[in-house]
């Protein structure tokens, strides 16, 4: 089975591509990668539980960083030896799903009562 070459971004250009949806992201040391903060070992854990589906539906694996009240992923399309269009999709379908607060929406879904200490799981960027 041939593997097909994908592209490989220029850092320029994957720094132009860290704007809007992916302003979090940062460029380092040839990895896409994004601190996510939680309430906790609760939260942190879900985090992961979502990547972790993310990337295995997309059959694109990141690298992970877990901690009691954060998660690190980290992206590089490894057979390519770089960052590829794979590493910038994967990055925005995590983005929107960790940072989806149904509650500001205005929609039937409430949202995490994040005023409440207990429910909290997730420090949401603004």
Not at 12 to 28: A, K
Not at 29 to 40: A, F, V
Not at 71 to 83: D, E, T
């Amino acid at each position: 089975m041939e593997r097909k070459t994908e592209k490989t971004y220029s850092d320029d250009e994957i720094l132009l591509q860290l704007t809007g949806p992916l302003r979090h992201w940062t460029f380092e040391g040839g990895w896409l990668r994004r601190k996510y903060r939680t309430e906790g070992w609760k939260g942190t854990l879900m985090v992961v539980n979502t990547v972790a589906h993310l990337a295995e539906a997309a059959w694109h694996h990141p690298d992970l960083a877990v901690s009691y009240a954060f998660v690190i992923v980290k992206l590089q399309n490894h057979a390519a030896k770089g960052i590829t269009d794979k590493d910038f999709e994967l990055a925005r379908r995590i983005e929107d799903v960790i940072q989806w607060q149904p509650g500001k929406e205005g929609g039937a879904l409430e949202g995490t009562p994040n005023g409440d200490q207990r429910f909290r799981y997730i420090k949401y960027d603004e």
